[in-house]
Structures are given as C-alpha cells and as structure tokens.
C-alpha cells in the first residue's frame, strides 16, 4: 500500500468516506475545520451528503436525523462546539443511534485556546450530557491511528448502536504524518428499526421518551445491559516496553506518544519505565491496566489537563500501588524531556 | 339490493387510538388533517414525521407511520438530516410554539431559508402547553399565564413572534401561510393549505410551513367554545390570517 502524507483532520475525514460515511454535517471550529473543509469538497463528488450547518447544536440533531434514517453519518467539532452536541449525543444514546462524533480536542474551560489539549477526557468518557449513558471512545495518538481507529468507530457504533467518539486533539488534526490509507469494504449490518418508510411492514418509531417510571426503567435496564457488554469485548491499549517496568506511565493520546520518546531516554539512562496506552477510553482497558499492579512500583499518569484519566486510573490500582500524576494546562503538549526529568523523579521515589 | 359505498371513514394514516390531548383542544383536529392529506395523496408508506418536545410529544403514538422524536426546538435539523440522506422519502416535523418560536428559531430560520425540502406544521395556542401554560414566544401582549401572573408586559417580556411574517422574509421558503380551525370553513382552508404544503414538498420546490392557530382551553383556563371565541377574538387580530408567502411554482400546482 502506498503511503501518503496527509493531515490528522483531512486523514479522519478520508477514512470516514472509506468506511461509508454517507452523510456529514459539521461546523468550523479551530483546530478541525480541515475536516469540515476536506469533507465539503469529497462527499459531493462520490454523491454523498455534505452540509454545513448553523450551530454545533443543528449539526449534532442533523446526525441523529440521518443516523435515524439507517445511514452512515458522522460530525466533528473541537471542544466548545463538542459541548453544544451534548444534548443530541445523549439522543443519539437515548435513541439506540449509530453515528462517529470527533472531538479535536483544544484548551479550556470557556473560549480557552486553540492549542492541544485533553481536557475534554470526563466530557467524553463520562457520558457528558445528562442521563446514564457512555459513548464509545477512541483516543488516537498518530494519524495513522485516527485513520484505524475511524474506521473501527464505524463498526462499532453499528455493531451497538451508539454514538462512537474520536477523542484527538490539537495535535493529531493539525500534524501532518506519512500515512497508509486502507482500501474498506463497508458492510454496514442490516437496520430494521429504521426509519424509510413503512411500505411492507409495521411503523418504526426512535424516541427515547418513557413517561412512566417502569418502562424508562426497563429502557435503561437494556442500556446498562449493552454498556457491560461493551465493557466486556471491546477494550483496547497498547503497550511500550513493559519489560520490568516498576515505572509504569500510563497516557494516551498524544500524551503518552510524548511518553514514548521520555521512556527510550530513560531506558537508555537504566531506568526501567515503560508505557500503558488506553485506546479506548470509554470502555477503559481496566482489566490490562490492574494485571500491571503486581509489578508496578508507582503507576505515573500523564495528561494534557488537571487530571481526569488519573481518577480511572486510581479506580482501577484501589491504592494496591502509588498513582502519581503530571499534567499541563496551558493547551500545550509536554517535552520528552520534560516526561524523562518526572520519570527521574518517580524512579529515585518508588525504585531505588 | 345496492351496494354500499364508504363516503367517510378514519384516516389509515391516523391510529385508531384515544390521544392524551385535553378537551377542546384543536391539536387532534390538526392530526387529523394530516392524516386525511396524506391518504389522499398516498403518502403514507413514503412519509417520515418528527414530533416535537411539547404536548405533541406523543404525536408518534397516533400517527400511523414512521416517526422520530427530536429534542425540543430541533425538529427541523432532525428532518433536515433525514431528507438530505433519504430525498425520496417524504419528511414533515410538528411542532408548538414553544418548540418553534423559543427554543428552535434558528433551527427553523436556517432550515427555511436553505430551502429544505421540508414540510413544518407549526400549531400556535400562545403558550407552553404541556408544562401548564407558561408564556410562549406568542403570547399575547397583556395575556395572563402561568409565568405572567399580571399578563404580558411587553416592556419586560417583549412582543409576541409573528412567526409566518417572519419565515417569509427568507428566500429559501416557499409557501408560508397562516390558518386556523375554529369552524368549519377554516377547518377546510387549513386542510388545503397542509395539501399544497406537501404538494410544495413532493415537487421539490423547497420549504414549507403551516401556522395554525389553535386552542388551549385548559391553560387559558375556559371551556373548549370559549377558548374558540377567544382565539377569533384575540389572536386572529394579532396573527391575521392569510397566505405570506406562495412563489409562483407553487401558485401553479394549483
């Protein structure tokens, strides 16, 4: 396959064409809009559906009327816009939808910067707008990844139902990297529930209105039900010599590709640190992380914020091993030197 | 012996259901115009409807077709996204004037003036309904509500939205007409008016709306014959009706 160089933005917008996409709607918003942008020129072209809506908040009902509809459909938005589809992303969850949301990630809180940041991470993870609900989310650390990981999100808000994230930041859009571009074969599985038409068959209605509490409590019973099932197949991370690593970082995204190059540097020092790497961030890879607490001496968490993973990260260790943690707020991502000087530290500190 | 003849029968488009509406209220003879149009126009099988946040809510429930329910005010962006994806399809929302008016004017603005080949049925009763007769957009001046104990007093609260003026006034739109249901020449005006809406939509000629002025006796607090009197006495001076905007395509279906 040949590889090619493309931007983070443009890369996650051709990757969603070859996984189907059938329909985007977006609005601008620094540091995406290359996605928007890329998107407004290739969908048209292949006969697709492009539309630049009014608000982050039309766009996000727009998905849930095509996702309704039984097609491909995806939006993206950076952190202020991704705020304003809370409420249709919890539709979307209400409703039993498929649809790819990305957030290109930029500081906060407010109007904040344009710089990378990971600050949105409880937004994302935690449901983010009201009810008892999880997106699936995928944090991508190259632009390869975010052309992978689309694609996989694809599949999965198919494969559940549910609205699937991709959770990048400043960096990943903006970054231009050699890529390999898949060719796809999408096979979106056959959607019976939705809305076409009734020719032939029985009306399909998608709402996620219960007004009595017994119905809306049996509605969530089948939510929660589906979230553990979630929980239980599809959590992702990767792993950066492990081997022997009483200092285990744990970081994602751009973060813990920061990461990587700090540990080379303190491998290369002997000290003995290596890297755990969540790629799904909701369903967190609980299971991989807490089999790592028998032989971490201190777990480090590493964020582009005040430190939001780190509280998955300490429900996972139960205090059976110190978590210290770093974090950078400015929208702003850390120096491997940086990381190589807090790996120092952590090794005089629980190590020696 | 002759042969009988079916001269009247329900909609098939319209469940043969009791709805939750309250007495008097004219939201069930709104359905019922929408359903007895798109049976004549054999629309059913083809027809996706969006129900709004507002006493409409369950509006999917007496329909007899496909329908989504939008978060309140969206209505237009959710069959913006289905119409765009499924052109062949036809796609109406139903939404109050809460829905419409507060909550959703820049989902309905921008769906108009893009020129969405869309059908909105918009119901005007000057007040939230559904959570007990709050001011709307289009309450009147002086109006007594729930939220204006005192009535309406534009200097706090503004004026009320004249919302078919107001969509006219985009480009993209293409019939914009106001109607209502207190009698029975209105009743078959309005059905009319929801005809050539959907016969906008079927030509591909854009956008089109339906504001009908319509009661609601249990938050004006008076009985379904006062409530008619009272809309024919107050709205009807304030939101006249008649046909804001027919562009000449439209005018030629006829």
């Known amino acids: 396959m040949a590889r090619v160089l493309m931007k983070g933005n443009e890369a996650i917008a051709e990757a969603a064409i070859r996984a189907g996409c059938d329909a985007y709607f977006g609005y601008p918003i620094t540091p995406q809009t290359e996605l928007l942008e890329y998107m407004s020129k290739r969908m048209p072209e292949l006969g697709r559906v492009f539309l630049q809506g009014e608000s982050e908040v039309a766009c996000i009902n727009m998905v849930l009327g095509a996702a309704a509809a039984g097609r491909r459909v995806m939006t993206s938005s950076s952190s202020p816009g991704v705020s304003l589809k809370q409420e249709g992303i919890s539709y979307l969850a209400g409703t039993e939808l498929p649809a790819v949301i990305v957030n290109i990630m930029r500081g906060g809180p407010g109007l904040g910067n344009v710089q990378p940041s990971q600050s949105d991470y409880f937004q994302a993870t935690k449901g983010g707008g009201h009810g008892d609900y999880f997106p699936i989310v995928l944090a991508p650390s190259t632009v390869q990844e975010a052309i992978d990981f689309t694609i996989l999100a694809f599949e999965l808000a198919d494969k559940y139902r549910n609205p699937t994230m991709i959770l990048g930041d400043g960096s990943i859009g903006q970054i231009m990297e050699p890529v390999e571009l898949p060719e796809v074969e999408p096979k979106p599985p056959p959607k019976p529930w939705a809305l076409t038409g009734c020719q032939g068959r029985e009306k399909n209605i998608v709402r996620s209105m219960y007004l009595l509490a017994g119905p809306l409590e049996a509605r969530n019973i089948i939510l929660q039900k589906k979230y553990r099932e979630i929980e239980a197949n599809e959590q992702r991370h990767t792993e950066y010599m492990l081997e022997g690593a009483g200092v285990v970082i744990v970081a994602y995204g751009t973060a813990g590709r920061v990461a990587q190059t700090g540990i080379k540097k303190a491998r290369d020092e002997g000290i003995l640190a290596g890297l755990f790497r969540p790629i799904s961030l909701y369903p967190y890879p609980k299971d991989a992380l807490s089999s790592l607490t028998d032989q971490a001496k201190v777990f480090l968490v590493l964020e582009m914020s005040a430190g939001q993973m780190l509280e998955d990260v300490e429900l996972v260790v139960k205090g059976r091993v110190p978590v210290d943690f770093q974090g950078w707020l400015g929208g702003r991502v850390p120096s491997p030197t940086e990381v190589l000087e807090k790996i120092r530290e952590m090794a005089d500190k629980y190590t020696s | ?254």
């Not at chain 2, 009791?18 to 069930?28: D, M």
């Open chain 2, 1 to 254: 012996m002759p042969e009988g003849k079916i001269v009247f029968k329900q909609p098939e488009a319209l469940e043969d259901v009791p709805t939750h509406y309250c007495p008097g209220c004219t939201h069930g003879i709104i359905h019922r115009l929408i359903a007895e149009v798109i049976d004549e126009l054999d629309l059913r099988e083809k027809t996706i409807g969006i129900a709004p946040v507002g006493c409409s809510v369950l509006a999917y429930h007496y329909f007899n077709f496909d329908m989504a329910e939008a978060a309140h005010g969206r209505a237009p962006a959710v069959a913006t996204g289905i119409k765009r994806v499924r052109p062949e399809n036809v796609v109406f929302a139903y939404q109050g004037d809460g829905d419409l008016a507060a909550i959703g004017t820049a989902e309905i603005i921008h769906a108009a003036n893009r020129a969405e080949n869309i059908t909105v049925v918009f119901v005007n009763n000057a007040v939230f309904g559904m959570t007990g007769g709050q001011m709307a957009p289009t309450t009147l001046p002086g109006q007594v509500t729930t939220s204006t104990p005192t009535g309406r007093d534009v200097k706090l609260a503004g004026y009320p939205m004249k919302v078919a003026e107001l969509i006219a006034q985009t480009t993209g739109a293409a019939y914009v007409v106001r109607r209502t249901v207190t009698r029975p020449k209105y009743i078959r005006s309005c059905r009319k008016a929801i005809k050539t809406a959907f016969e906008t939509q079927l030509a591909g000629l854009g956008f089109s709306i339906v504001e009908v002025l319509s009661t609601c006796p249990t938050n004006w607090g008076m009985s379904p014959l006062e409530a008619l009197k009272w809309l024919e006495d107050n709205m009807i001076p304030y939101y006249p009706l008649g046909d804001y905007k027919v562009i000449d395509e439209v005018e030629a279906l006829a």
